[in-house]
Structure formats: structure tokens, C-alpha cells
């Protein structure tokens, strides 16, 4: 990847629309951008200027006469906008064409620059300028990919203030109390003839555990930053008839799933994704969990099962109106593998028995009436975020990469700690903190291979 390069690329999604953008960046922009385009005034970096797109293929008249006027042939309306160096997003000067979304002025735009010397952009190569020229760090470039991909509000404020360098922010002062113990211990074996006093064995293992606890609270984010990232799966198991396929049309808002008065009329798992709270769920109502000869439901009910052993979460529904069932304690406990909640619906019914299970259900709805639905939904929220209030904190881990590095770090924490109960030599004891440091390091992209930022940034779109 040669960052002298200009390099180009269509920066708006495939297909047509009212406004498409090509986006040229690097020390011709001006250059190759100028013969395309008739402007009502000149660029200025930061100002949006209307204009024309032209084709700049020169044509001569018919008698093509050497002093015949050359003539051009206008093909859109455009804005342009220039982004001056090092105040751009890639710190290259930068242009940026809008015309309309038609594909084939938007290939024209690019194939005109191509032919003017400009390179088409690999994939994720303008946030790599954007890296490899200081601009921002490797979290931050991340997150601009994250935010891209982000499925409700809540993902993309996340990845905004990843982008804005939330993890960065939290990482800086663990590194720098690493960083100081370090510099501590080697100016101890350095100096050690000019009275440079060496570090007790306390105030070492004080300075590790100063780095060592805030490693381990940002390590536990990740069970909430993989949710927020990725979602959840939560299955809905109960017997036959209880209301499953009620509830997940209340949960959906609207009707996805058949409903009628006979019991197994859901044969096959039927899935949807909703947001609850900013976290994309990924609902799955499920076949009536009973004994059944049936050929097609008893496949149902074993994918129910599957269903069940897979999913996040679990929402067990009983039947508010009937007394309970054996199957239904059976249920709960089988659910009991993954978290789970308890459901009695049908609460618009009048109840016929006090129900004696040994777990009191954690929400009562009518899935008819829509009661209790709001509460279920509180009830779900309260199982994703957990009782640590994660979903409060600025900088959690969202990505494994970033969990497996601090997993690295904290590792070789630990080995320093014995290290030092061990009596082991500090230029011993300092290999074990430089093992800490580089995952860390690794995080941001201080000392990230090649091979790192390729896989990295392979996986963005072309023109971002």
C-alpha cells in the first residue's frame, strides 16, 4: 500500500440514489479533479462548491482543425468539496464529488480519475491514511467500522465514542503506570552505582496491582461490549398452547408468527430481530415442548430444544390459567443451563390453581391484552446489562481482539507477581512487564504487525 498514492473510489453504497459520492484523496487531488469539473467559483478547503461534471475527453470540431476551440460536453450537476491537508480525514488533501446516484456517473467520476493517474482505493484505505498518518489510533478505526455496521442507536453511540476515543482514554493512564514502574526498575539496575534507590518488593506488587485492577474491570466489560456488538439470541420455550407465539408477536409488534386456539401450530422455529434497550435481539419462537407422535412436530421440538441449548437467554412461558404442569417444571429446569426468565401469561384468565413451582415467575403478562409486556421487556434489559451497570461506562471492550490482548497482558501480570514473591532478579522480573506492555500497546497500534492491519482493515468497505 503506497501512501504517495492518489487514490480514488465511490464512497456511497451500490446501487442507485439520490445523491452518490466519489471521494479522491492524496498530493494530486486538486490536480486530477480540476479537468472534470466547471465550477462556479474556486475550491476553497472546507466550502462546498456547485458545479458541473464534465467530459473531459477533448473533442474538435469537424474540420479538426489545430486552431479549432476544444468543446466539452457537461454530463451532471455536482457539489465538490475540498478538504485541505493535514485538516482532512486521511490528513491528504481530499475531494469529494456528490453528484446524482446514478452508477454509471459515479463509475464515469471514477474512471476519469483513474485515467488522470489516481489509483483505486483498496478496501478500508482511506481509514488506513487515516491510522498510518497519526490521525487517529487503531480503536478509533476500528470504530469507524463498527459504526458503520451498527443496527440501532444505541451500537452507533457506542462506536461514536469509541471513534471519539473512549478505550484510547482508558488505556492511557493503566500504560502509563506501567510505563513509570518500568522506567522505575530500570533506572534501578542502570544506576545502581549513582544511590539510585531499588524498588521494594511491596511497592512493586502496589504498582502491578495499580495495573493489574483496571485490566481486569476493563476485561469484565466484555460480557456487556459483546452483547452491545454482536446482540443476543433469546429462544422462547414453553408447551403447547401457553401463549410462545403471542409474546413473540407483542415482543415483535406485529403479527410474525401464527396464532390460533390449536395447540402445536408452530411446527418450525420462526426468528426475528428487535432492538430492546439499543441491543439487537435475536427472537426465536420455538414448537410446543410435549410428547408427540407426530412426525413433523416431534422435528419442531427438537429444534426447540436445540433452540434452547443455543440461546443467550431463555424466556420459559407458562400458562397463568391452568394448574401446573409436570412438563413445565421439567422445562425450567432444563432452561436453567442459560440464563433465564420466567414468564406466567394468559393473566387475563381467570386462574384456577396457585402454581407450586419451585421458581416464582419473574413477570406475569397477557399476551392478548398486552399486559405485563413493558415489564418483560424491562425484565429482558435487566438480563443483558447485568446488575455491574455497564451499559453507564465509557470505554468498555466491544471487540475480541482488544479482549484477547488485555487477556495477554493480564497474564503476564500474573507472571510478574510471582516473579516477585519468587525473588527473581528484576532484569528477570522486567521481561515479564514488557510482556504486559505490548498488548497493550497492540491495542491502540503502536506495535501492530502488517499482517494485523491488513486483516484489519480488509474487512471495511471500499471507500471508507
Not at 42 to 69: I, M, Q, Y
Not at 310 to 324: P, T, Y
Not at 387 to 407: D, K, M, P, Q, W
Amino acid at each position: 500500500m503506497n501512501l504517495d498514492d492518489t487514490i480514488v473510489a465511490i464512497a456511497t453504497p451500490p446501487g442507485r440514489g439520490g445523491i452518490g459520492v466519489v471521494r479522491l484523496s492524496g498530493a494530486r487531488a486538486l490536480e486530477i479533479a480540476h479537468p472534470m469539473l466547471r465550477l462556479r467559483h474556486e475550491l476553497e478547503p472546507g466550502r462546498a462548491v456547485f458545479g458541473e461534471l464534465v467530459d473531459s475527453t477533448e473533442l474538435r470540431s469537424e474540420t479538426d482543425e489545430a486552431s479549432a476551440p476544444m468543446q466539452t460536453e457537461r454530463i451532471d450537476e455536482v457539489v465538490v468539496t475540498y478538504f485541505a491537508k493535514p485538516h482532512s480525514y486521511t490528513t491528504d488533501d481530499v475531494i469529494e464529488i456528490s453528484a446524482h446516484g446514478s452508477p454509471v456517473v459515479l463509475r464515469h467520476i471514477v474512471e476519469l480519475c483513474v485515467a488522470s493517474g489516481a489509483r483505486l482505493a483498496e478496501p478500508g484505505e482511506f481509514t488506513s491514511r487515516a491510522f498510518l498518518n497519526g490521525r487517529i489510533d487503531l480503536t478509533q478505526a476500528e470504530a469507524v467500522r463498527d459504526l458503520i455496521e451498527s443496527q440501532t442507536v444505541y451500537q452507533a453511540k457506542v462506536a461514536a465514542q469509541q471513534l471519539d476515543g473512549s478505550l484510547s482514554r482508558r488505556l492511557q493512564p493503566i500504560k502509563q503506570n506501567l510505563v513509570q514502574l518500568i522506567a522505575q526498575l530500570e533506572a534501578g539496575i542502570d544506576f545502581a552505582d549513582d544511590d539510585v534507590s531499588i524498588l521494594p518488593d511491596a511497592v512493586i506488587l502496589q504498582h502491578i496491582a495499580d495495573v493489574q485492577v483496571p485490566l481486569e474491570q476493563l476485561r469484565a466489560s466484555f460480557a456487556y461490549g459483546k452483547i452491545v456488538h454482536e446482540g443476543l439470541t433469546l429462544a422462547i420455550v414453553g408447551r403447547p398452547n401457553v401463549g410462545k407465539s403471542s409474546l413473540f408477536n407483542q415482543l415483535v409488534e406485529r403479527e410474525r408468527a401464527i396464532v390460533t386456539a390449536t395447540p402445536g401450530t408452530t411446527r418450525d422455529l420462526v426468528t426475528e430481530t428487535v432492538a430492546i434497550g439499543g441491543i439487537p435481539v435475536r427472537l426465536v419462537d420455538t414448537a410446543g415442548i410435549r410428547h408427540s407422535l407426530d412426525e413433523a412436530e416431534s422435528i419442531g421440538i427438537r429444534k426447540s430444544k436445540e433452540a434452547l441449548a443455543d440461546a443467550d437467554l431463555v424466556l420459559v412461558v407458562l400458562d397463568a390459567s391452568q394448574e401446573e404442569a409436570a412438563e413445565d417444571a421439567k422445562l425450567t429446569a432444563q432452561a436453567s443451563i442459560r440464563p433465564t426468565i420466567v414468564v406466567q401469561n394468559k393473566i387475563d384468565l381467570q386462574i384456577t390453581a396457585q402454581r407450586s413451582g419451585n421458581r416464582a415467575p419473574d413477570v406475569r403478562t397477557s399476551a392478548v391484552t398486552g399486559k405485563g409486556v413493558a415489564e418483560l421487556r424491562a425484565q429482558i434489559l435487566q438480563h443483558i446489562r447485568g446488575s455491574i451497570g455497564a451499559e453507564a461506562e465509557h470505554g468498555f471492550l466491544t471487540n475480541v481482539r482488544h479482549r484477547g490482548l488485555i487477556e495477554d497482558s493480564l497474564s503476564a501480570l500474573e507472571a510478574a507477581n510471582k516473579a516477585v514473591a519468587l525473588k527473581i532478579p528484576h532484569e528477570m522480573l522486567l521481561l515479564d512487564l514488557y510482556n504486559a506492555l505490548r498488548p497493550l500497546d497492540a491495542i491502540t497500534g503502536a506495535t501492530t504487525t502488517d499482517d494485523i492491519l491488513n486483516l484489519i482493515f480488509s474487512t471495511f468497505c471500499i471507500g471508507k
